[in-house]
């Protein structure tokens, strides 16, 4: 599904943010970067969404080559992806319904279809009851789960979340980590960014550990920081 | 049998694909329209100085239109006034106009009978009273010669002037040549002028615009930035922001039009009065239904024009690429 070959990041000033990286993910899998904070983990997740482009090797995502994707191509892949950020970035004027229905307006879905589509996703997360409130009435873990159904709304083939639980109690975190299960077990690819090692444990998953830019464990074998 | 129903599924794409963008526009139109209720005293006072702006070079154009109109009673071209000797006969003066009517150089000739001279005076000058008393008629037969080139200040009016004034039937010749000169210099400065303010205040139309719709875009750009991030088209994103500056620009259109009626209405008593001391039935003209199109068309796309210029400037500036 995401496949690194020889990759290589350098922003405009400074070193490179990745060095070599190579790694494969499969399709359907579930897995956590993780490392300090600078190590590159949103790098990479940049890379795989095209917000950024890398300086050296191949990316090939959902079997496409990211070099091939052009600029003006760039929006048509991304709806092949969805986001979960750290802090939410839901939009205040807008009710819960209209903010998960965003990857669906975008994209030019029927009324109809968007309709059914919030709905099934809000109530996946339980939300359902919410679908007329504002983002800033509900507590952050439920803006949080308002940011997964919006993320998953799309069906996307890959999941992509940056520091998901960064500002949720442990509680809520494991609720969310949860939640992702649910969306990979249906077969979506997701890959989350987060330094919060005990629970990535709990969770049983592939991990990956970046440290200066270079992937230091590889898939299935963890080592103790 | 298969490759018809291919045809009729593409022929169904598209006319899918031309349906979801017509539902995008009247989305973009709606949530656009939203934004402005959301903030009606700052959309209207952008509004208002767009319009004020539209209305400045709209009204002077106006202003020049009636003047022109009011000049246009010379027709815009030079006149010779041949004044005949006042004992020549109806018929020769009748045929002294054929003649001079003939000639190559002469567009046309109109006869002043004294009669008709007379009545004119009469009745232009008030004084009838006193002109009844006189005995006789003390007026001239008069000729009025247009000549076939029309540039005032030609070098050939100035010959044809003093071959006039030669005829033995003509007392005088007159040809008001300074004062059309002056008149055509100052209608030319004032045509100029509005051209230069016009195209300075478009400036400041498209560059009110484009500040209201930079302000916009800023106050936006988290929404523009998750816009992007689910893949939404530079197009999709750029789509209600031109509907701002379209809707700007007719505001301001309708509001400038607004000003002018007024304007009209206020003045129009007053130049009727002072056309009436000039025993004029001039009256002071608004805008016709071609030129206000083409002052909402102005609008309009001075408005489209520089929402399109901040948009494009800005958009590449915002996060993600």
Known sequence: ?225 | MRRRRRKAVSIKGLQRAFLTWLAQHAQACVFNLGQLCKNPLSSLMTTAVIGISLALPAGFYLLLENANRLTGRWDGTVQITLFLRQDLDAARTKALADELSGSAQIASVQLISPAEALAEYQRASGFADVIDTLGENPLPPILLVRPEFSAPGAEQVDGLLSELAALTAVESAQFDRQWVRRLFAIIDILQGSIMILSVLLALAVLLIVGNTIRLAIYNRRAEIEINKLFGATDAFIRRPFLYAGLVHGLGGSLIAWLLLQASIIALRGRVGELARLYYSNFALSGQDLAQAGLLFFAGGLLGLAGSWLAVSQHLKALEPA
């Not at chain 1, 579930?30 to 490392?35: A, F, L, P």
């Not at chain 1, 994209?107 to 009851?129: C, E, F, M, P, T």
């Not at chain 1, 987060?194 to 440290?211: A, C, F, P, V």
């Open chain 1, 1 to 225: 599904m995401i496949r690194f070959i020889d990759v290589y990041m350098r922003y405009a000033a400074g070193d490179d943010a990745l060095k070599r990286i190579n790694l494969h993910i499969e399709r359907g899998a579930m897995v956590y970067v993780t490392g300090r904070s600078g190590a590159g983990k949103s790098t990479l997740l940049r890379l795989i969404a095209l917000i950024e482009r890398h300086s050296r090797g191949q990316i090939i995502v959902n079997e496409q080559n990211l070099e091939r994707i052009a600029g003006r191509r760039i929006p048509f892949f991304r709806r092949s992806i969805g986001f979960v950020f750290q802090d939410h970035r839901l939009l205040g004027d807008r009710t819960v319904f209209d903010n998960v229905a965003l990857p669906l307006v975008v994209a030019g879905y029927r009324y109809q279809d968007i309709k059914r589509r919030v709905r099934a996703a809000l109530d996946k997360v339980s939300l359902l009851n919410k679908e007329r409130s504002r983002p800033a009435s509900l507590s952050g873990g439920e803006q949080q789960r308002v940011g997964i159904a919006r993320a998953v709304v799309h069906r996307p083939a890959v999941l992509l979340a940056d520091e998901p639980t960064g500002n949720l109690d442990p509680a809520l975190s494991w609720d969310s980590m949860k939640l992702f299960e649910q969306f990979n077990r249906v077969g979506v690819t997701v890959l989350i960014a987060s330094h919060d090692l005990d629970m990535i444990r709990k969770m049983k998953k592939n991990i990956i550990t970046l440290r200066d830019g270079r992937i230091l464990t590889h898939i299935g074998h963890t080592i103790k920081e």
